[in-house]
């Protein structure tokens, strides 16, 4: 599209009628002149709407104006109009000037909000604690003698990266990406050492992308080599045995010339001390456009394992001999029946879970010179709980599991001799024990809803744990306590559930109550701390998070319930987990707001629009609410394919449009106050659904509840934001919940 009154570039399941009648003005000055609106205006209170108060300045908001053209997809024979596709073309000026105008008008009303600036306080107080690696990285990797982990003091925006000779030793910064930018929007998104630990690969993303920069830097001197690797994302790369180079995948550039092609990278070789573009082409794949490549090298240098992804039930295996000149991939694993995940390898043996024959996952062995399935070895059988990562260390396998949304971790001899449980301090998450199969000991993490991050030391041999890093937080969580509760949901199906609050909480059917959820994508949601949950609590608030149906709890059937045709399960879930939290006297739907970014976003667009009554505030945060579309313009969205269909399916279509959250907006309906937050840099997921979800409900809206977007113009979909945009951004989001909800801060 090339403008408001430009041609439009669609491309859609059937025949595409586009009639343009009038280029309609997007200026801020709305239904009645936004000056009026922006100096006088502000969000009416819980009471005042529950009440019809006619307060001066507190009646329906008149928000900026917004275009409606005449769009309209054919859909194998259903017509569906689309009014805001211009709002897709977010270079254009008119959706640069919708946004600042949208921005101009709900920020001075967030501004306004009373409660905001204790809650900006007091997140930037619960925020200043340390904090301890990366999601790509979340404990120290031990190469060379050398440990490699990332840092941050509560002050910082960004994490940095550290060195230290011993366990014991202080570190020394590496990299400090807080000095790269005046707005630290500049990350650190990955690092990997060398097998010596002479040099150091990290990766930058500038402005949230998850685009990718990798360069190298030598650790004795602190100094950055020449080399430099673009056009990379998700993948990480792999170092050769030797450190001469690495393994990494590579995206091209669009034929047109225009930036990235996100739609399938190539496995290269990259050698240091020479220009990326002399970098030797290793794998690609053929005949299977949808289909990526990783590639990793075993701790032996002996494999390079290609690992294909084409969603999110199965992949295959390619398998690499490197010290064979010139040898050519081999199949391990091209049946495409199940998932399968390297896990380590000695000697001939290489170690992999997965769902092939075991839902629930299992750990086997395979011989590369003999992969046929009849020769598999099972070391570790499937359990009675969901496997979800196993790694090789020190010549044992840890194996962690899901137990009703709780974590554990058992410990396994290479012959599949079970050795214990990893000693754990708490019945929350787990996360780390990276490492080598000849390291002897290894790091993870442990946190819960009310324990921050803390880092402890393992010793594999012995299967001792020990503390080795604790965060000191400016609260106590003492007052608090985590129940864990299941329910029903619509067909019968038992749910779990947290549910933190105070200990001395009154089941009075009044708390303000904040229910959280994803569902999706195999992602279980685990015990974890959040500062800005913490604030909630302090406000009076309680917090919930459910299970749903789509996450990866209870394995590959749990996961399954919650796809295609079959997604409705997950918002019957998840409103069953409100209608549950009023059954039981926790709160009543003027008092319970419901947040959820990206796939959760989706989740609670799909519950405002299909039962509004019910909520008192909802958050969608980034989220995926044109689900027809969600692919256009998005190659790597395809991946998401096999959780959400594709509208050219007619069986797929079907489902989609009945719950697809901007489809699904009905005119002279009374949605419950709403503020959606997005960023225009957002490179996952496209800023355009929030914006045209916001201007459908806006135009929708038939009572006073408002209506608002926020949208960040620097930061993308989440990773790598800058501390400070973080507190800014919850500050707005926990400010017009508490408003809306008539909670309190404390004196």
């Not at 199969?437 to 030391?457: H, I, K, M, S, V």
Request: proline share 7%.
């Amino acid at each position: 599209m090339t403008g408001l009154c430009g041609a439009a570039g669609l491309a859609t399941a059937g025949c595409v009628v586009v009639v343009l009648a009038a280029c309609v003005g997007i200026s801020p000055g709305g239904r009645g002149g936004a000056d009026d609106v922006r100096t006088h205006a502000r969000l009416p209170s819980a009471s005042e709407v529950a009440s019809g108060l006619d307060t001066p300045g507190a009646g329906p908001l008149v928000y900026p104006a917004t275009a409606r053209v005449d769009v309209r997809d054919d859909y194998h024979g259903t017509i569906v109009a689309d009014p805001y596709r211009w709002l897709e073309d977010l270079d254009s000026p008119e959706v640069r000037a919708w946004v600042g105008a949208e921005n101009g008008f709900a920020e001075p009303l967030l501004a306004a909000i009373p409660q905001r600036s204790w809650i900006v306080r007091r997140l930037t107080e619960l925020w200043r604690h340390e904090h301890y690696g990366l999601r790509s990285k979340p404990v120290p990797i031990e190469a060379g003698g050398r440990l490699f982990y990332a840092q941050g003091d509560g002050r910082q925006d960004q994490s940095v990266l550290y060195v230290a000779d011993s366990p014991e030793s202080p570190g020394r910064v590496l990299v400090d990406p807080n000095v790269l930018s005046p707005d630290a929007t500049i990350a650190l998104a990955d690092f990997e050492p060398s097998p010596d630990g002479r040099v150091i690969a990290y990766a930058l993303s500038d402005g949230g992308t998850d685009w990718q920069i990798w360069r190298f830097r030598r650790v004795a001197d602190g100094r950055d080599l020449g080399d430099e690797i673009v056009r990379t994302r998700f993948w990480g790369l792999s170092w050769a045995h030797d450190g001469s180079g690495v393994y990494y995948s590579r995206y091209g550039e669009r034929p047109d010339g225009r930036g990235d092609d996100t739609s399938q990278p190539k496995i290269y070789f990259h050698r240091l001390g020479t220009p990326q573009g002399r970098d030797r082409l290793v794998y690609e794949v053929r005949g299977h456009p949808t289909r990526v490549p990783r590639a990793e090298v075993s701790d032996d240098g002996r494999w390079l394992v290609v690992t294909l992804y084409d969603g999110g039930f199965r992949n295959g295996v390619d398998l690499i001999d490197l010290q064979a000149a010139a040898a050519a991939p081999t199949t391990l694993f091209g049946a495409w029946d199940a998932l399968y995940a390297f896990v380590g390898a000695a000697g001939d043996e290489l170690f992999f879970s997965t769902t092939r024959d075991a839902p629930l996952g299992r750990v086997i062995a395979v011989d590369a010179r003999y992969p046929e399935p009849a020769r598999w070895r099972t070391v570790v059988p499937q359990s009675d709980v969901a496997l979800e990562e196993a790694n090789y260390v020190g010549g044992r396998l840890i194996v962690r599991y899901t137990k009703d949304a709780r974590a554990l971790a058992r410990l396994y001899g290479r012959d599949g001799r079970p050795l214990g449980e990893v000693p754990a301090p708490g019945a929350g998450q787990l996360a780390g024990f990276a490492g080598r199969g000849d390291q002897p000991e290894t790091f993870f993490t442990y946190t819960d809803y009310l324990t921050p991050t803390a880092l402890y030391r393992y010793d594999v041999r012995s299967n001792y744990s020990q503390l080795y890093r604790r965060p000191d937080l400016a609260a106590s969580t003492d007052a608090y306590v985590t129940e864990r509760i299941f329910y029903a949901s619509k067909d019968g199906t038992r749910v779990p559930m947290s549910i933190t609050h105070r200990r001395d909480m009154p089941r009075d059917g009044n708390r303000p109550v904040l229910l959280y959820g994803y569902g999706g994508f195999a992602i279980p949601l685990l015990p974890e701390f959040r500062p800005q949950v913490l604030a909630w609590l302090e406000m009076g608030g309680v917090y919930a998070e459910a299970n749903l149906r789509g996450g990866g709890e209870y394995g590959e059937a749990w996961h399954e319930a919650g796809v295609l045709a079959r997604r409705q399960n997950v918002f019957d879930d998840f409103i069953a987990a409100a209608e549950y939290l009023i059954r039981e006297g926790y709160t009543r739907p003027a008092r319970l707001a419901i947040h959820g970014r990206s796939n959760g976003g989706l989740l609670v667009g799909a519950a405002l629009t299909q039962r509004p009554a019910l909520f008192g505030v909802a958050l969608p945060v980034v989220g995926v609410l044109d689900v027809l579309r969600y692919h256009r313009g998005n190659a790597n969205a395809r991946q998401w394919s096999t959780e959400y269909g594709l509208s050219e399916n007619p069986a797929d279509f079907r489902a989609q449009y009945a719950y697809s959250p901007l489809h699904n907006v009905r005119d002279g309906a009374c949605y419950p106050p709403t503020l959606v937050t997005t960023a225009d840099h957002d490179d996952r997921v496209a800023p355009w659904h929030s914006y045209k979800f916001a201007a459908a409900l806006q135009h929708a809206q038939a009572c006073p509840r408002p209506i608002l977007i926020r949208v960040e113009t620097r930061p993308g979909h989440g990773a790598g934001k800058p501390r400070s945009m973080q507190i800014e951004d919850f500050a707005d989001q926990w400010a017009f919940a508490a408003q809306q909800l008539g909670m309190r801060v404390p004196e």
